[in-house]
């Protein structure tokens, strides 16, 4: 079956860094694109970056963009998102998630991880 | 950025009573919609996507309809795991989300 598992989570200070992973398996990881989403304590849900299948396409919401890098291993079956200059507003459970097509991207999500906390805080 | 509404922020209803969930998009998203259930402390699920299509798995009281910015999910009958949060989100453009409804009971 389907398992997405999120780590790497943890309190981290403004302005520092840290790297989630996502560690995929019951599926052929190569075929997919996966996207990272997250969800801040109490509030709705924000897509935050998309790899294609192939690693070759990577878009990221404008909150995020030039400080997240996304990034896949496909011969570990990981995702990564590497995140730089935190921000309070940063603080979120990050889900990893695949997408529902297969070979391309639709941008809507059939798999979730359970998700990782990330704490931005002094 | 496509800006979805939904209504009402939380909805009443009693157990075996039929549930109807609004998603309103700032602009025309087509079919491009997906509904999720999020039960507390979990992931959100896959109900429904391109507006009227249920996921693997998902049982036969929901269902969406809709097109264009106006956009339903319905609950025929609840049961008691239904009481949860409901999330639309669109996939015409850049995934936007909104801010989900709470089914409580009554």
């Known amino acids: 079956q389907v398992q997405l598992v999120e780590s790497g989570g943890g309190v981290v200070q403004p302005g520092r860094s840290l790297r989630l992973s996502c560690a995929a398996s019951?599926?052929?990881?190569?075929?997919?694109?996966m996207h990272w989403v997250r969800q801040a304590p109490g509030k709705g849900l924000e897509w935050v970056a998309i790899?294609?299948?192939?690693?070759?396409?990577?878009y990221y919401a404008e909150s995020v963009k030039g400080r997240f890098t996304i990034s896949r291993d496909s011969s570990n079956n990981t995702l990564y998102l590497q995140m730089h200059s935190l921000r309070a507003e940063d603080t979120a459970v990050y889900y990893c998630?695949?997408?529902?097509?297969?070979?391309?991207?639709?941008?809507?999500?059939?798999?979730w991880g359970q998700g990782t906390l990330v704490t931005v805080s002094s | 950025e496509i800006v979805m509404t939904q209504s009402p922020a939380t909805l009443s209803v009693s157990p075996g009573e039929r549930a109807t969930l609004s998603c309103r998009a700032s602009?025309?998203?087509?079919?491009?919609l997906a509904w999720y259930q999020q039960k507390p402390g979990q992931a959100p699920r896959l109900l429904i996507h391109?507006?009227?299509t249920r996921a693997t798995g998902i049982p036969v009281r929901f269902s969406g309809s809709g097109s264009g910015t106006e956009f339903t999910l319905t609950i025929s009958s609840l049961q008691s795991e239904d009481f949860v949060v409901y999330y639309c989100?669109?996939?015409?453009?850049?995934?936007?989300f909104g801010q989900g409804t709470k089914v409580e009971i009554k």
């Open positions: 998630a695949r997408d529902r097509i297969v070979g391309s991207a639709g941008y809507y999500f059939d798999y």
């Open positions: 602009q025309s998203v087509s079919s491009s």
């Open positions: 989100q669109q996939y015409t453009d850049w995934p936007t």
């Open positions: 019951g599926f052929t990881f190569s075929r997919y694109a």
């Open positions: 790899i294609w299948y192939d690693g070759h396409n990577k």
């Open positions: 391109g507006a009227s």
